[in-house]
């Protein structure tokens, strides 16, 4: 009798050991309420609740290395060694899919390419309605999208853990970066800058994808995932067209010269260039003091050179061929009286286009002309030479 229980418990103990994985769990599941149900998420999108205990009541399915489901009862927990609760929470865990907010695009797309050889369905976001059934005794609905099916649950959480770890996976520590925008994000540039011929700096984006575009390879020695070439090419020519990032400077102004200090003088009450212009109009007023109806001389550089307003003289220049009385200018001279005898005796065209070509001196001295400026020898009559003096 004691012989026969012994055998009971021995052999209890053998069937336990042997279909403990599927026949503990389903108890212990009944028993707490399905309590993994209740264990706190590992990431941020847990699978749904009903679909967890569908798998677990259904240990017997498991996928093959094609990817194919098997329909044999499952006698695979049996040949495995099975977890313990605390390293299968830890496997759990680790074999979660990263959160998916953290996951970019490109690194998705980087991780789920080499392996959706073996994913049964085209979908690249794991989801337990799609891949629960397949996975059978995994409980992970990731693991179907392995390529090769680890032989145990320690390869695969060490499968999973190398798949997230950022080392193995570059691209989700340091993933390609995204197209900058086309508008700059600095400040207008002024007009000075504007003027200038350097261009603007380049977005360190552009610069580093086109370092990496021409060495060959990518920022991070994997083949580059970004936009193709032709697309950044098309950036980066947009982004020059960018209004004032252009290296074509706009023509130089004369604002841009530097204004000389002005050397005017004041001028006394009724000294005024509309002064002036009323006084050279008057038919009344002789600014040329040769007498009423003179006619025009041929003035020499001799005759010339002894008007120079001293000597109770008159003060004649000669501008552009022409020789002027400039004495009754003298005090409506907005250059003073000084600037304006420098050129008194002499010919004071130079001086007068170096100061102030754009005066219309031919008009503001029209009634205060002599005549005209000849070489000595074209001088007619001596006796109009002498009438000069
Ligand atoms: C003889 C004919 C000349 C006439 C009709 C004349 C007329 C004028 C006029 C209208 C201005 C004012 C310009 C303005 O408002 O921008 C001016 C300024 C001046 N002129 Fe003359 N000028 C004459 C000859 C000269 C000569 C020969 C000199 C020097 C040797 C001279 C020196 C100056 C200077 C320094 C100023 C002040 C420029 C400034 O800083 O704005 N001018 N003159």
Sequence with gaps: MALLGL??????????????????????????????????????RPSPPELRVEEEDRPTSMMDGDGEASSSPAPAPALEPEPTPTSRTVTDRAAMPPPFVTTPRSARSASTSSQ????????????????????????????????????????????????TSPSALPTLSAPSPPPQPIAP?????????IASMAPPPRPPALNAINNARGSGSSLLGVPARGPAPDRLRQQQHAYDR??????????PTH?????????????????????WARLANSPTADLR???????????TPSMLKRQTGRKGKDAWTAMGGRVYNITPYLPF?????PELLRAAGRDGTKLFGEIHPWVNYENMLASCMIGLLVEEHEAKSKGEMDGMD
């Design 333 to 337: 001279h907005p250059g003073g009286e």
């Design 255 to 275: 604002s841009s010269k530097p204004a000389k200090p002005s050397r005017k003088v004041i001028l006394e009450p009724g000294r005024s260039p509309l002064d």
């Design 185 to 193: 994000a600095s400040p207008k540039p002024s007009a000075a800058k």
């Design 7 to 44: 055998s009971l418990v021995l052999a209890s103990v053998i069937y336990a050991v042997i279909w403990k994985p599927p026949l503990i769990q389903t108890l212990l599941a009944l028993w707490r309420g399905h309590p993994r149900i209740q264990q706190p998420p590992t990431t941020a």
């Design 242 to 251: 960018q209004p004032g990032t252009s290296t074509l400077a706009p023509p």
């Design 289 to 299: 003091n040769l007498g009423p109806g003179a006619p025009y001389l041929r003035v």
């Design 116 to 163: 959706t050889r073996s994913t049964p369905s085209p979908q690249t976001t794991p989801k337990a309605t799609a891949s629960a059934p397949l996975n059978g005794n995994s409980s992970i609905p990731s693991f179907s999208l392995s390529p090769d099916p680890p032989a145990s649950a320690a390869a695969v959480a060490r499968t999973v853990g190398a798949e």
